[in-house]
């Protein structure tokens, strides 16, 4: 499953990268078992409506979508969580994709993406300990290391692509990107 993810994300680094959007890719993920073609045609047609949606890639019997946001839009997640109501699926996760410029405020570190200017904090992936016990997991626990934190910031307010998991996006305010990989942008 993680090697699938990882392969996903590459083709997706491939197929977005080239294009001059700050939010590359957001792609959405749900249990295929409960969404039939009917709720996915429900899904699509609700998600086009949306002026923050450019192309919608769908994929029902995997459970998958992949959007492009359209430039000039500030993310949000509350465009994705209608159309999912409105077919009465819920979502498991949803990979994003974004450049921009790192910011640091307080003890936190941002990207502010290009043009829409929609602002991510960045968290670190949680890291299991093989033989530990692991609670909830929240990343406001899990900042980004101090040592990674420098490094980040020697990068400057050079344009840089980050790609992971948003972490309860249903929370509102900033959405908290769990940071799976990072680049820096050709144009750097």
């Not at 936190?108 to 890291?127: C, E, H, N």
Request: one cysteine or more; charged letters at 25%.
């Amino acid at each position: 499953m993680e090697c699938m993810r990882k392969i996903f994300f590459s083709f997706t680094f491939l197929l977005w990268g080239f294009l001059g959007a700050e939010i590359h890719s957001v792609v959405v993920k749900w249990s295929s078992g409960h969404c039939t073609e009917r709720c996915a045609l429900t899904i699509q047609e609700r998600l086009s409506r949306q002026r923050e949606i450019q192309e919608i890639e769908i994929n029902p019997s995997l459970g998958e979508l992949t959007l492009k946001w359209a430039e000039k839009r500030k993310f949000s997640y509350f465009p994705i969580k209608r159309a999912f109501q409105a077919a009465g699926v819920g979502v498991n996760a949803i990979y994003v994709e974004v450049s921009g410029d790192l910011q640091e405020r307080k003890d936190q570190v941002y990207l502010i993406s290009k043009g829409d200017k929609t602002r991510f904090l960045l968290m670190a992936p949680v890291r299991y300990q093989s033989r530990r016990y692991s609670g909830v997991i929240d990343p406001r626990v899990h900042a980004i290391d101090p040592s990674f934190k420098a490094k980040l910031m020697e990068l400057g307010k050079k344009n840089v692509t980050f790609s992971g998991l948003l972490y309860r996006p249903a929370l509102g305010g900033d959405p908290i990107l769990i940071v799976e990989k990072f680049r820096l942008s050709p144009e750097s």
